[in-house]
């Protein structure tokens, strides 16, 4: 089975801090996903890797980027953290060209 | 923008019923179409995934419906059971590359015993 390990179920943060959230993939894909999700509002894609070093932005890139520095490992960085970035935050993997994407358990981030 | 609009927000149906959600796209270069199941505290995971060259595909109690002219495509479970609650999403992409998936907004479904 494909396991995507997100390594933080909960956290809280204030606000102007920088939050690390961080994701392993156990299937050597390709392609690696941070979405946000609020209600309402489904899962709205933030960035993207096809490759090791390689991002692409997504829908809402704004306020966060993130580091691809080996092929299982995804990060989202929030530079400096805001009350609007309260959310839960997944992460997913894919081999991409038709392949299912592959979700981790999510993050619930607030930002106090 | 949403790219895929999905309805309804929230369903509750009896058990043993039939629960139909609908979703609706624009952009005509999408063909892959997959419906993720999310249980509370749990990610996302594919229930069912559809291609524009079928109009239908059934996986045991649940079958995607798909009218590619009205660019349309729906959820059916058939006999709901209170296991089945959860919220469904709809997804569309282009079935090449990275295969970035647009998600629609999401309904609650809720089955009653």
């Known amino acids: 089975d494909v396991k995507v390990t997100q390594s933080s179920r909960y956290l809280v943060k204030r606000t102007g801090e920088k939050v690390f959230l961080e994701c392993v993939q156990d299937m050597d894909h390709e392609n690696m996903f941070w979405y946000r999700q609020d209600p309402g509002l489904g899962l709205r894609l933030i960035y993207f890797?096809?490759?090791?070093?390689?991002?692409e932005k997504g829908d809402i890139p704004e306020g966060y980027s993130v580091s691809r520095e080996k092929k299982e490992r995804f990060s989202l960085i929030l530079e400096s953290a805001s009350t609007n970035q309260t959310s839960m935050y997944l992460c997913a993997s894919g081999r991409g060209d038709g392949q299912p994407q592959h979700f981790g358990d999510g993050t619930r981030l607030s930002i106090l | 923008q949403q790219q895929v609009k999905q309805s309804p927000q929230s369903l509750i149906v009896q058990k043993g019923g039939i629960s139909i959600i609908n979703c609706a796209y624009e952009?005509?270069?999408?063909?892959?179409f997959p419906w993720y199941q999310q249980f509370p505290g749990k990610g996302p995971a594919l229930l069912i995934a559809i291609r524009p060259d079928v109009s239908e595909k059934k996986e045991g109690r649940f079958t995607i419906s798909f009218n590619k002219s009205a660019k349309q495509f729906s959820l059916h479970i058939m006999d709901s059971q209170p296991g089945d609650s959860a919220t469904y999403f709809c997804?569309?992409?282009?079935?090449?590359?990275?295969?970035?998936?647009?998600f629609g907004t999401g309904t609650r479904l809720t089955v009653i015993p």
């Open positions: 997804a569309a992409s282009m079935a090449t590359g990275a295969n970035n998936l647009f």
């Open positions: 890797s096809y490759d090791v070093k390689m991002k």
């Open positions: 952009n005509t270069a999408f063909d892959y």
